[in-house]
C-alpha cells in the first residue's frame, strides 16, 4: 500500500463532506488541514478530482472540445507547477512576517482557525490576521470573531491594526 493512500483516501473523504450545503464540520475539517502540509496538497487534488468536466465550445463550430485531453498532457507540470507556486506563496509569507503566524482571506472567503489553547478564530474575507504568539494575536484588517478558552493567569491579547 501506498504511504501516501490514507492521506489522499482521506482528503478525497473531505472533498465530498465540504461540498454539502449541511456540512458543519469545519472545525474538525481545518484541524486536519492544519495536522499536516500535505493535507492541504492532497485535498487540493481531491477537489479537482470532483470538478465536472470541463467543456468549450470551438469558435470555428458549435462542437464542444473536451479538455480533458489537455489536463491529462499536462497534469505533471500543472501539478508541480501549483505546488512551486504553494512554496513561494508560503515561504513568501514566512519571510516577510517573522514575528508570528499570518492568515488571510480573499474577499468573499472566510475561515476558521483552532489555536493552540482551544481558542477559535473566524476570518471574515479580505482579512489579515497575525499571531504572536500562543495567546496573542494582532488583527491587521477586516474582520474576525474569536471563541476565546477563558485564562486568568494568561490573558489572551488582541491588537488592532
Known amino acids: 500500500m501506498n504511504p501516501d493512500q490514507p492521506i489522499r483516501a482521506a482528503a478525497l473523504d473531505w472533498a ?10 469545519w472545525d474538525s475539517f481545518t484541524a486536519w488541514l ?7 496538497l492532497a485535498y487540493d487534488d481531491a477537489a479537482l478530482e470532483l470538478l465536472p468536466e470541463p467543456e468549450v465550445v470551438a469558435a470555428n463550430d458549435n ?14 507540470w500543472l501539478g508541480g507547477a501549483i505546488a512551486a ?8 509569507v514566512l519571510w516577510l512576517a517573522p514575528g508570528g503566524t499570518v492568515y488571510t482571506t480573499a474577499p468573499g472567503e472566510t475561515r476558521m482557525i483552532a489555536l493552540a489553547d482551544g481558542s477559535k478564530v473566524e476570518l471574515a474575507g479580505g482579512s489579515r490576521l497575525t499571531l504572536e504568539g500562543e495567546r496573542a494575536a494582532r488583527l491587521e484588517g477586516g474582520q474576525a470573531l474569536f471563541t476565546i478558552r477563558h485564562n486568568d493567569a494568561d490573558p489572551f491579547v488582541l491588537t488592532a491594526g
Open 34 to 40: 492544519e495536522a499536516d502540509p500535505a493535507h492541504a
Open 63 to 76: 462542437a464542444a472540445v473536451s479538455l480533458a485531453g489537455w489536463f491529462t498532457r499536462n497534469r505533471g
Open 16 to 25: 465530498m463532506q465540504t461540498r454539502a450545503p449541511d456540512f458543519e464540520g
Open 85 to 92: 507556486a504553494l512554496v513561494l506563496a508560503l515561504t513568501s
